[in-house]
C-alpha cells in the first residue's frame, strides 16, 4: 500500500505538467516552465529520498525504508525529463554545445554532474544488483550525498541572487545530512528510548 500510495504522489508533477501542456497552459516560456518544474520536482524528490532514513529512525516503521528505492527512481526520472529538456530545447542534441556549456556555465556542470552520479545508482537499485553488488553496492549507493549536493549547488548557481528557494533546498540538504552524523543519531535513538 505505501508503495502504491508514492507511486501516485510522484505521478502528480507529471500528469500536472502533461495537463498544462496539453491545455496551453506552460505560460509565455514553455521550455522554462517544463525546465523548472521537473528539475525542481527531481530535487524535492531527491531529498525526499535522503529524509527516509531519519524519518525512520524517528518513527521506527519500515515503511520509509520501502518507499525510498520508489522515491529516488522518480527523482531520477524528473531529473532526466529535466536534463532531456534541456538537451533538446536549448542545444538540439548538439554535442558540441553541451561540451561548450559543461565548460563555460559552472551550474550547467554541476547539474550533469548531479544527474550523472544519479545514472548508475537508478541502474543499480534492483534487487538483483544488491545482492550482486554485495557490500559495494552500500558503498556506491553513498553517491547519492555527493549528487544531491550538486544538484543543490546547481540550483543555487542558476538562480538570481535575490531568489531564497535554492537556499532553503541547500539547508534542507544540510539538515538531512548533519541527521547523519553519528553523534546526533544517537542522541536521537536515545530520546526515543526515553519516550
Known sequence: MPRATTFCLAAIPLIQLAWW????????????????????W????????????????????PWPIQIRRQLGLWSFTYLSLHF??????????????????????????AGFLAWLLLLPLAATSTR?????LGRRWKRLHQLVYVASTAGCVHFVWKSKVEETEPFV????????????????RRRTAGRLKIG
Request: net charge positive; glycine share 8%.
Open 42 to 61: 527531481g530535487l524535492r524528490l531527491l531529498l525526499l529520498t535522503l529524509a527516509m532514513t531519519p524519518l525512520r529512525n524517528v518513527l521506527g516503521k
Open 128 to 132: 538483483g544488483w544488491q545482492r550482486r
Open 21 to 40: 501542456a496539453i491545455g496551453g497552459n506552460l505560460g509565455i516560456n514553455p521550455v522554462e516552465t517544463i525546465q523548472h518544474h521537473t528539475g525542481q
Open 84 to 109: 532531456a529538456s534541456y538537451l533538446v530545447f536549448d542545444l538540439a542534441f548538439d554535442p558540441v554545445a553541451l561540451a561548450d556549456d559543461l565548460v563555460k556555465r559552472s551550474f550547467i556542470t
Open 169 to 184: 533546498y541547500l539547508a534542507v540538504l544540510l539538515l538531512l545530512l548533519s541527521l547523519r552524523h553519528p553523534v546526533l
